[in-house]
């Protein structure tokens, strides 16, 4: 008997879906798309084990461009129904797709307990800090200060940080990620997709009709090196296009050096992604202009993931006759009527 051949390998058109993309010309959403795409069959995952959960938006629109299983769900619930995803079918890798307004206004404590809980979640935030598929409105992302049509005085909310969200929940995995970035992007998804338990990739997205040039600094090719930094564990925080510039530590306060290029100071601070959360949140307040924009991955633990958990609690629930319902009601503390 002829042995049956092995399926050819997986390319990045497997992953691409019949669908009419449905996004503006030039809009970010096309850069990360194509990124998920080709990294997918390098993580040689059959595509019907593959899952991709949405909320409402802009970016939500991902499933139908993928050529997997999918839900288009309601506003702001993916993180809930992919963790009930996920703990029915733990062989199943689940992505959740989401936007700052979506993820963080009405599916804030969705996301939160999703983090907490370490869920095997791959969660993508596209953040362009603006609400795109309603037309404009400030989102929770929005600086201070913003001028939209729901705002037109300008936002006087404070803005939400997702990474400061996602660290002070302890997630495992928090990293951001820009989409003119492309081949770094490509690693994060990569990064984030063989993290065990919850990963939080946030990814600064442009929305050139209602919010455009958000990020232009740390997305322009000519200004992107001097206005982020890339986290590098074990490697020290050293930027600009010249490489002459570091963070360090003084008295606990971060603050930037410049010094001769290729000769970095013995005190500038080392990347460590396997610190405690109060390294990584610190990292979440380097901010222009003062300073540069971290980019990488600002924490990776390891910890037992939730769905893991759960299935334990149930092999430790079974006992002798559970599957007897009559054993069942006349074990243990029962009474009886006369």
């Known amino acids: 008997m002829t042995p049956a051949a092995a399926p050819a390998p997986l390319t990045r058109k497997d992953f691409v879906s019949d669908q009419m993309v449905r996004w503006c010309p030039g809009c970010g959403d096309f850069a990360i798309l194509a990124q998920v795409q ?51 079918r733990p062989d199943l890798q689940v992505w959740v797709v989401t936007g700052d307004g979506d993820g963080l206004s009405i599916g804030g404590n969705h996301l939160l ?19 795109g598929l309603t037309k404009g409105q400030a989102s929770p992302t929005s600086e201070k200060g913003k ?11 404070r803005p939400i940080h997702p990474l400061r969200i ?31 338990g919850t990963s939080f990739l946030e990814i600064y997205q442009n929305c050139l009709v209602f919010n455009d040039n958000a990020f232009e600094a740390v997305e322009n090719r000519a200004t992107r090196e001097d206005a982020s930094v890339k986290l590098e564990h074990g490697k020290p925080l050293i930027f600009g296009r010249n490489k002459d510039k570091g963070i360090r530590l003084r008295n606990n306060k971060p603050e930037v050096v410049t010094f001769e290029a290729g000769k970095p100071p013995a005190d500038l601070l080392v990347h460590d992604e396997h610190a405690g959360p109060e390294y990584a949140y610190l990292l979440t307040h380097l901010e222009p202009p003062e300073f540069p924009v971290p980019l990488g991955v600002f924490r990776q633990v390891q910890e037992p993931a939730y769905e893991e958990l759960m299935e334990e609690q149930i092999r430790a629930a079974a006992v002798p006759g559970a599957d007897d319902l009559g054993k069942l009601l006349k074990g243990g503390e029962t009474w009886e009527v006369k």
């Open 147 to 157: 001028v939209t049509k729901s705002s037109p005085m300008g936002t006087i909310d």
């Open 38 to 88: 080709k990294t997918m069959p390098e993580l040689g995952v059959p595509r019907e084990k593959v899952v991709f959960i949405s909320g409402i938006g802009c970016s939500s629109r991902f499933p139908y461009y993928m050529n997997t299983y999918g839900f288009h769900t309601i506003h702001g619930r993916a993180p809930a129904i992919a963790t009930g995803l996920k703990c029915a």
């Open 166 to 196: 996602a660290i002070a929940a302890e997630g495992t995995f928090v990293a951001r990620a820009v989409d003119t970035d492309v081949e770094h992007l490509c690693k994060m998804v990569e990064r984030a997709a063989k993290h065990k």
């Open 113 to 131: 307990h999703a983090i907490r809980r370490n869920v095997d979640l791959n969660i993508l935030l596209f953040n362009n800090r603006i609400y």
